[in-house]
């Protein structure tokens, strides 16, 4: 196991280490029933979109030029969505375990709640996100800091971030260990 992770760059060796943040939330239509929602990667919603056109293509034997430009559209959003789900939605007690199959979210879920989960995991992406705007968790965002620091993963983590995130970062930064300067008066007594 440690030559495995000594194979590992440090950002693989923080991604393997870390686990995933789940939301447990009811699951729409199913009352009594909960389950994990987890932040999509890229890979994942990149999964979904190749599934979504392989499906849509395949079995359902639909052109790839109607898809795009018609009322096959809707056909389209809609098994993207179920495709991002299969791959969000979680056991809630073993979160490693899959909650649905594809072909029961298919069956199992109607046009609201699949749009209510779409909106959950859309306010869940933007809650989770780094980039979001500092609310005066500053410590959070040094810890943050600091723990990629200590993996060696820092210079990684930061080429990769948006300048919201490197903003946010920088405001902590300064909040945490410059002093408050008072802003200079524009009133000049005249």
């Known amino acids: 196991m440690t030559e495995e992770l000594d194979d590992l760059t440090p950002f693989e060796r923080v991604l393997?280490?870390?686990?995933?943040?789940?939301?447990?939330?009811?699951?729409?239509?199913?009352p009594g029933a909960k389950v994990a929602m987890l932040v999509p990667s890229d890979e994942e919603i990149a999964e979904a979109q190749a599934a979504t056109l392989q499906y849509l293509t395949g079995p359902l034997?639909?052109?790839?030029?109607?898809?795009?430009?018609?009322?096959?559209?809707?056909?389209?959003?809609?098994?993207?969505?179920?495709?991002?789900?299969?791959?969000?939605?979680r056991n809630p007690v073993q979160q490693e375990l899959p909650f649905a199959t594809i072909e029961s979210l298919r069956r199992g879920l109607n046009k609201d709640m699949r749009n209510v989960l779409m909106r959950t995991l859309a306010a869940w992406v933007e809650e989770r996100s780094p980039e979001k705007k500092?609310?005066?968790?500053?410590e959070r965002l040094v810890g943050i800091l600091r723990d990629l620091k200590a993996e060696g993963a820092l210079p990684d983590y930061l080429m990769s971030c948006g300048f919201a995130t490197l903003t946010s970062f920088v405001l902590a930064l300064a909040d945490q260990f410059l002093p408050p300067t008072e802003r200079p008066s524009s009133d000049t007594g005249t």
């Open 16 to 30: 393997r280490s870390a686990r995933r943040p789940a939301k447990i939330l009811d699951m729409p239509g199913y």
């Open 134 to 138: 500092d609310d005066g968790d500053g």
């Open 61 to 89: 034997k639909l052109d790839e030029f109607k898809l795009a430009v018609s009322l096959e559209r809707n056909l389209f959003e809609a098994e993207e969505a179920r495709q991002i789900l299969v791959r969000v939605l």
